[in-house]
């Protein structure tokens, strides 16, 4: 977008662009926003929204505005605004051998959006339609010649898996995968799970040789690409 073009047409006189300040009642599942403009109370539909803006209700959102037509832009940068939400345990968890095991999870961060939910503690669900990537990673417990994989579901379809030998005993064993760039509609959701075949179980674990991991291990991440 050029935006020297911009600038001289909300400059014009005596037609031109309008910057105008509102707020985001409602995202849509189809790309659009509905919004109410400072000083108004009625709510106007649909309205569209630059590719890398990420909208949240409540959010003071700046439009151009000219005639009837509106275009969200974008809000002032602010704490938490990166739409890159982490969900991770903050404690061991037991998986029982050879199952396909869904991990709930325990806190997140960077999640001003609610993608994760103590209710429903497996899933981090998209806020707004558009493309994404996932990312996973598990500190397993050290074991001698054990399988263990970590892998990434949209919902029932696995979109990234990442498989691997625990060689020793010594130290946790690391894994972690990352999907390639994916759509998802407001409201589909990923979660992550872990498979091994250690008789009769395994541990997630939270820390490895000293070394407190929480937050960057047993954690699962959606990355907000655009719309």
Same mark, same amino acid.
């Given at each position: 977008? %050029?935006?020297?073009?911009?600038?001289?047409?909300?400059?014009?006189?005596?037609?031109?662009?309008? @910057? !105008? &300040?509102?707020?985001?009642?409602?995202?849509?599942?189809?790309?659009?926003?509905?919004?109410?403009?400072?000083?108004?109370?009625?709510?106007?539909?649909?309205?569209?929204? @630059?590719?890398?803006?990420?909208?949240?209700?409540?959010?003071?959102?700046? $439009?151009?505005?000219?005639?009837?037509?509106?275009?969200?832009?974008?809000?002032?940068?602010?704490?938490?605004?990166?739409?890159?939400?982490?969900?991770?345990?903050?404690?061991?968890?037991?998986?029982?051998?050879?199952?396909?095991?869904?991990?709930?999870?325990? /806190?997140?961060?960077?999640?001003?959006?609610?993608?994760?939910?103590?209710?429903?503690?497996?899933? @981090?669900?998209?806020?707004?339609?558009?493309?994404?990537?996932?990312?996973? #990673?598990? $500190?397993?417990?050290?074991?001698?010649?054990?399988?263990?994989?970590?892998?990434?579901?949209?919902?029932?379809?696995?979109?990234?898996? &990442?498989?691997?030998?625990?060689?020793?005993?010594?130290?946790?064993?690391?894994? #972690?995968?990352?999907?390639?760039?994916?759509?998802?509609?407001?409201?589909?959701?990923? !979660?992550?799970?872990?498979?091994?075949?250690?008789?009769?179980?395994?541990?997630?674990?939270?820390? #490895? %040789?000293?070394?407190?991991?929480?937050?960057?291990?047993? /954690? $699962? #991440?959606?990355?907000? $690409?655009?719309?």
């Amino acid at each position: 977008m %050029d935006m020297s073009y911009l600038v001289n047409q909300i400059k014009a006189v005596p037609k031109g662009l309008r @910057l !105008r &300040q509102g707020k985001v009642i409602t995202v849509n599942t189809n790309r659009t926003m509905d919004v109410q403009i400072a000083g108004d109370t009625n709510t106007l539909p649909s309205v569209r929204y @630059l590719s890398n803006y990420a909208p949240k209700p409540q959010d003071q959102v700046w $439009l151009l505005n000219d005639g009837a037509d509106l275009l969200g832009i974008g809000m002032i940068a602010s704490a938490d605004r990166t739409l890159a939400p982490v969900a991770y345990r903050t404690s061991d968890v037991t998986i029982p051998v050879n199952t396909n095991t869904y991990i709930s999870f325990e /806190a997140d961060n960077s999640d001003a959006w609610n993608c994760w939910t103590v209710g429903d503690p497996t899933k @981090l669900t998209a806020p707004i339609t558009g493309r994404y990537i996932a990312t996973a #990673s598990i $500190l397993m417990e050290g074991q001698n010649n054990v399988y263990a994989a970590v892998f990434i579901e949209k919902g029932t379809q696995e979109i990234a898996r &990442q498989d691997g030998l625990i060689a020793t005993k010594d130290h946790g064993f690391h894994l #972690s995968v990352s999907s390639v760039p994916f759509t998802m509609n407001k409201g589909d959701f990923v !979660r992550m799970g872990v498979h091994h075949d250690h008789n009769p179980d395994n541990d997630l674990i939270i820390s #490895s %040789d000293g070394v407190d991991h929480t937050g960057f291990f047993n /954690a $699962l #991440s959606l990355i907000y $690409l655009g719309s």
